[in-house]
């Protein structure tokens, strides 16, 4: 199985920038499509970006321009670089793993357990 640890939430003012961290464990990490999602208070879970095994990326529309998925294979991890950070930012993010549609490998999907940032002045 995967497990997927998230760090690098905290408290920060608006404009400000963040790196979060997602650490996954096994060693079919490269071959799996990883997402950011988060969820506000009072709000349901939204997706913010993904990148899949080759590079490719996608972002909400709310964060384009500001936010950026990149991945390291060589130490199982996926960043979200975050900057110009708005108070509507202000969710917890989790880490997702997906697994990619390969003959003889079962669908797999993983979350972490989240790591809360708070845009505040």
């Known amino acids: 199985q995967v497990q997927l640890v998230e760090s690098g939430g905290g408290l920060v003012q608006p404009g400000g920038s963040l790196r979060l961290s997602c650490a996954a464990s096994g060693n079919i990490f490269s071959i799996f499509t990883m997402g950011w999602y988060r969820q506000a208070p009072g709000k349901q879970r939204e997706l913010v970006a993904t990148?899949?095994?080759?590079?490719?990326?996608n972002y909400a529309d709310s964060v384009k321009g500001r936010f950026t998925i990149s991945r390291d294979n060589a130490k199982n991890t996926v960043y979200l670089q975050m900057n110009t950070l708005k108070p509507e930012d202000t969710a917890v993010y989790y880490c997702?793993?997906?697994?990619?549609?390969?003959?003889?490998?079962?669908?797999?999907?993983?979350w972490g357990k989240g790591t809360l940032v708070t845009v505040s002045s």
């Open positions: 997702n793993a997906d697994s990619p549609n390969v003959p003889g490998l079962r669908d797999m999907n993983y």
């Open positions: 990148i899949t095994s080759v590079g490719s990326t």
